[in-house]
């Protein structure tokens, strides 16, 4: 089993749809947490970060740690079509420490 | 005015063969990464070094080997390749510090034949 999980997808929604993608993982040192977007042949980049349980929220997207039920959320509101990429949760216990990626969600949205 | 740059972008090469990725950093990072991303999009740190020293040396076959001459370059050279070691190879570098910020570059799409 994989330090932590994510949906592979793909995951189809229409435009304007509310997206509600997500991670569990099991070791409970991480504190840091981080959703990363990747276009199809491009490298990842950095959406939003959360340290700890709490929300965040950036524009469109919110981001949602439950440490307690060791699971992570990233939420994309109005979604657009320029939305559709893989999207990628990834973890950390410390600062400075590697990063550990899910297997990343494929998302299409449909105009 | 690319932050991250990897070269080549694609190779193609056949199995046993030595080949070199090269990469570049142009934000004064002192951190640098390697991961290798398959088919299904799992990504996976390789290495990761501080300053031209190693750090981070995740468990993978001493075919690979990083090498990094400045503090703005990590390369990667692998030997006798295998036809597992198709996929993509991914560039990174970051400033250490909470919520550390990692920097992708394009990836180099490596196909062993």
């Known amino acids: 089993q994989k330090e932590v999980e994510q949906d592979p997808g793909p995951l189809s929604v229409p435009e304007g749809a509310i997206v509600s993608l997500n991670c569990t993982y099991s070791n409970s040192a991480f504190q840091y947490f981080m959703w990363y977007r990747q276009y199809s042949r491009k490298g990842p980049e950095l959406l939003m970060y959360?340290?700890?349980?709490g929300n965040k929220e950036d524009g469109r997207f919110t981001a949602q740690v439950d440490k307690s039920s060791k699971y992570i959320s990233l939420f994309i509101r109005d979604s657009q079509p320029s939305d559709s990429a893989t999207y990628l949760c990834a973890m950390s216990k410390n600062a400075g420490n590697m990063l550990t990626f899910g297997g990343g969600t494929r998302l299409m949205v449909k105009p | 005015d690319t932050a991250v740059s990897q070269t080549p972008k694609y190779l193609v090469t056949q199995m046993g063969n030595d080949k070199s990725i090269k990469c570049e950093q142009n934000?004064?990072?002192?951190?640098m990464y390697w991961y290798k991303q398959d088919s299904k999009k799992f990504l996976k740190i390789m290495f990761s070094?501080?300053?031209?020293?190693?750090?981070i040396n995740e468990t993978v076959p001493n075919r690979f080997s990083p090498k990094s001459p400045d503090k703005a370059h990590l390369n990667l050279h692998i030997n006798s390749l295998e036809l597992g070691d198709s996929a993509v190879y991914f560039c990174?570098?970051?400033?250490?510090?909470?919520?550390?910020?990692?920097?992708f570059g394009p990836g180099t799409r490596l196909l062993v034949l």
């Open positions: 934000l004064g990072h002192d951190t």
């Open positions: 959360t340290y700890s349980s």
């Open positions: 990174a570098s970051s400033i250490p510090g909470p919520g550390e910020t990692q920097y």
């Open positions: 070094y501080n300053n031209k020293e190693l750090i």
